[in-house]
């Protein structure tokens, strides 16, 4: 979707853990960034003539553990996943020097800093938005409690500055050493002072278990605010053609790529904005497909789904061997 985007280029480099590296950018015409606050992400746009654009979600960090980016900068850290997608090229390509576009900041997952008290749960490479948090949390001086859960630490990025900003506020839970298991939400959720807001930014099957201990501990729905980064591949996929009854073009579409991205890849026009199956702004018409949708959009209605005549390219697709789209 054309919209407008910030030519910036990335001006250092710090591999983080051994799959998470973290890329500052500075606007290529110094000009300011447009203020954001913690939890917002911006677009990145990368990509080359033959992967052609590639466009995914990265949190700001907002800074280090001493002071805040300038604002002309910004800095993500982006997790390395080994499917050959987007983060895989980013860690390929991206070097000091190299130029992209970002969009504008947006924030799905504000921190409100009235909060009596706030507790902070990052899982893995969710840590991104938790770390802004705690840094503008620490510095206004507000309270709150802050839990990072990880395999093993050397794979936990930006535990040591979590540690130096929020001191004796942070619990690391290392499920495959010292705290071997699953983080125990209902008991974290449970010890709360009264009128504690959480945050949590992880897996979904760490999200959905915060709001489920949120429910039985009484809390009202919104006191549990989460964000996700994205469902990827669930491992059930297969690869499928798509034909574009308009054009008679035939895309193939790789168990590994949404059907969005294998469009874009072969230059074919299409509307998307949220890419995770939330803002409906990619759904196309089936005019005919040879096996059932996999419907994996926040966006269509359960009638809709039933009717099985449409679908979000961004993250739905089908388990079959061609799928018809009226483009
Ligand atoms: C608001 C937000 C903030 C984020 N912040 C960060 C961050 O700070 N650090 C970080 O590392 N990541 C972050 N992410 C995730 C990031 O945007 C990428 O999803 C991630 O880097 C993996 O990208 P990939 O292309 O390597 O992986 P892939 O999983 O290959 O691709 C990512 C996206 O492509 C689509 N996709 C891939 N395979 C399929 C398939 N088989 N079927 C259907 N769709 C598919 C999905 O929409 C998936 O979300 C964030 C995401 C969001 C939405
Ligand atoms: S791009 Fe938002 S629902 Fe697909």
Redesign the pocket.
């Known amino acids: 979707m054309a919209r407008k985007h910030i030519d910036v280029e990335v001006f250092s480099v710090r591999q983080l853990t051994p799959r ?1 590296r973290e890329f500052r950018l500075r606007t290529l015409d110094g000009a300011p960034l447009p203020a954001y606050g913690p939890g917002a ?1 911006v677009e ?1 746009h990368t990509g080359n003539a033959q992967t052609g654009l ?1 466009v ?4 700001l ?1 907002g800074g280090d553990v001493e002071a805040d980016d300038t604002r002309d900068t910004c800095r ?6 080994d ?8 860690h390929a390509n991206f070097e000091v020097g190299t130029r992209l576009q970002i969009s504008a900041p ?1 924030n ?2 504000p921190l409100d800093r009235r909060d009596h008290h706030s507790l902070l749960i990052a899982g893995g ?2 840590i ?2 938790i770390f802004s948090m705690v840094r503008s949390l620490a510095r206004r001086r507000r309270e709150f409690t802050v839990v990072y859960a990880g395999r093993e630490p050397e794979f936990m990025a930006y535990r040591e500055a979590l540690v130096a900003v929020a001191g004796h506020r942070v619990r690391l839970h290392i499920s495959g050493g010292q705290d071997t298991g699953k983080l125990d939400l209902d008991a974290l959720i449970a010890a709360q002072p009264v009128g504690t807001t959480a945050y949590v930014c992880g897996p979904a099957a760490m999200v959905e278990a915060t709001q489920a201990a949120g429910r039985a501990a009484g809390w009202e729905a919104e006191r549990i605010r989460s ?8 491992g059930d ?1 297969v690869a499928f053609d798509v034909e574009l009854k308009r054009s008679g073009r035939v895309v193939r579409v ?8 294998a469009l874009m890849a072969a230059k074919v026009d299409v509307l998307w904005d ?4 939330e803002c409906g702004l990619c759904p196309q018409s089936v005019l005919k497909a040879d096996g059932p949708i ?1 419907h ?1 959009d926040q966006y269509l209605s359960p009638e809709e789904r039933e009717a099985a005549d449409t679908l979000c390219i ?4 089908i388990r079959g061997e061609r799928l018809v789209l009226d483009l």
């Open positions: 998470v992400h990145v590639v995914r979600h990265y949190s960090i993500i850290a982006v997790q390395r996943e499917r050959g997608g987007g983060s895989a090229y980013i947006t799905n997952f490479i969710g991104t938005p964000e996700l980064f994205g469902a990827g591949p669930q996929e790789g168990k590994d790529v949404s059907i969005l991205d949220c890419r995770r199956g996999q994996r961004c993250v739905s697709r």
